[in-house]
C-alpha cells in the first residue's frame, strides 16, 4: 500500500460515514413528514407499535449488525432460521437494532468471546437459548 493510497483510504471511510449520515437524516425527516394515520399502518403491518417503530428508525441501518456475527459465533445457521423462523428472526434484529449492550457486544464478538458470555448481556439470549436444532448445526 503506497502513501498515497492510506490517506484516500481514510478520507473515503469519513465520505462514506457523512453520506450514511445524512441518509439516515434524510430517512428522519420523511418519518417525521409522514401522517400519523400511514405511519401507525407501517407499524402495524410490521406488527409494532408506532413508538417501536419510530425508536428503530432512529437507530439508524446498521443498528442490528451484531446479529449476525452473534449468530454465526454460536454456530446458528441464519439462513435457516431465515426459513424456518421468520419472524422470530425479525424480532430479534429488533431487540439487537435497540441493545444498549452494543460495546460488550462488538468487545466480544472481536475476541471470540461472544459464546462464552452472550448471555450476560444479550436480550437475545433468552430466544437464542430456545431455539430448537433445525436452525443449530
Known amino acids: 500500500m503506497t502513501v498515497q493510497e492510506k490517506p484516500y483510504s481514510a478520507v473515503g471511510?469519513?465520505?462514506?460515514?457523512?453520506?450514511?449520515?445524512?441518509?439516515?437524516?434524510?430517512?428522519?425527516?420523511?418519518?417525521?413528514?409522514?401522517?400519523?394515520?400511514?405511519?401507525?399502518q407501517i407499524a402495524g403491518e410490521l406488527r409494532m407499535t408506532s413508538a417501536d417503530l419510530e425508536a428503530l428508525v432512529r437507530q439508524g441501518p446498521h443498528a442490528a449488525d451484531e446479529l449476525p456475527k452473534m449468530l454465526t459465533a454460536l454456530g446458528i445457521d441464519q439462513d435457516a432460521l431465515a426459513r424456518t423462523e421468520p419472524l422470530v428472526l425479525r424480532d430479534m434484529e429488533r431487540v439487537c437494532a435497540m441493545c444498549s449492550h452494543k460495546r460488550q457486544c462488538d468487545r466480544d464478538l472481536a475476541a471470540g468471546t461472544a459464546a462464552a458470555h452472550y448471555e450476560e448481556y444479550c436480550g437475545n439470549a433468552p430466544t437464542i437459548d430456545g431455539l430448537g436444532p433445525r436452525v443449530n448445526p
Open 13 to 40: 471511510r469519513v465520505v462514506d460515514s457523512f453520506g450514511e449520515w445524512l441518509k439516515h437524516r434524510r430517512e428522519l425527516r420523511e418519518m417525521r413528514e409522514m401522517d400519523a394515520a400511514n405511519f401507525s
